[in-house]
């Protein structure tokens, strides 16, 4: 049976998932672009990599922080191209507060984002794959999977949580030509990290350029800082 490889990945237009997303499809895999972009702004996209790649490509645009919309998504993929053989579950949003302060509306949000989409994307994704006897999940969480930092409650949270549905998902599938992975990315220069630079810059009265290092670097001495304390 000859594999289709159709690539999904949430969050792709702009920052890493568009990364992954061009070099999936460098590789010749099909992609459904995904954001929240309008309609019109998505397949523009989705056009420019089909001319440059020659691959097909479609974008399709959901409100990931909502289960059924996640439904109608994955509908709408396998009726308009056909099942998704590749996923993956790049989508995510940032807030920083300290925890006391945190709005528990953002906390909800962040974690229906950036973790329980990916597990609905994976659990509509995988009798397809089951059906082919192949599928590819990759879930991109971060080094705040790993490593605590502070006023990101919500974020470490769901990262970390991500990594540990990941082990499970791995378990299940490993007999059934599925595999599930983890990576786990460093600080990257992404729109995501536009807001905190900002801040970082006002509060330290230096350019926003400056404050790209500054941030990374008080990040650093303050997880070495807590390593003495302990």
């Known amino acids: 049976m000859s594999r289709i490889k159709r690539a999904l ?7 890493i998932g568009l990364a ?8 010749g895999t099909d992609v459904v672009l995904h954001g929240l972009e309008s309609q019109q702004e998505g397949d523009k996209l989705a056009t420019s990599f089909h001319s440059q790649h020659g691959v097909e490509a479609i974008y399709v645009q959901a409100d990931i922080s909502d289960p059924d919309n996640i439904a109608a998504m994955m509908s709408q993929i396998a009726t308009q191209v056909g099942p998704v053989t590749i996923l993956v ?23 229906a984002v950036n973790l329980s989409a990916a597990f609905h994307t994976t ?8 059906a082919q006897g192949w599928g590819r999940i990759i879930n991109i969480s971060s080094v705040h999977g790993l490593v605590a930092s502070v006023h990101k409650s919500a974020y470490c949270a769901a990262k970390h949580g991500l990594i540990g549905m990941t082990k499970v998902t791995a378990l299940e599938l490993a007999t ?14 992404t729109p995501l990290l536009v807001e905190q ?3 970082y810059a006002q509060d330290n009265n230096t350019s926003y350029e400056e404050a790209k290092q500054g941030l990374i670097k008080a990040k650093a001495l303050t997880r070495i800082s807590y390593r003495q304390l302990i």
């Open 197 to 199: 630079f900002k801040a």
């Open 20 to 27: 992954i997303a061009h070099q999936l499809a460098v590789a």
């Open 89 to 111: 579950n790049n989508a995510g949003i940032q807030h920083t507060a300290p925890l006391e302060d945190f709005p528990p509306q953002k906390w909800d949000q962040i974690l």
């Open 9 to 15: 990945i949430t969050g792709s237009t702009s920052g």
């Open 176 to 189: 059934k030509g599925i595999t599930a992975n983890c990576i786990c990315p460093g600080w990257t220069d």
């Open 123 to 130: 659990r509509l994704a995988i009798p397809a794959m089951q």
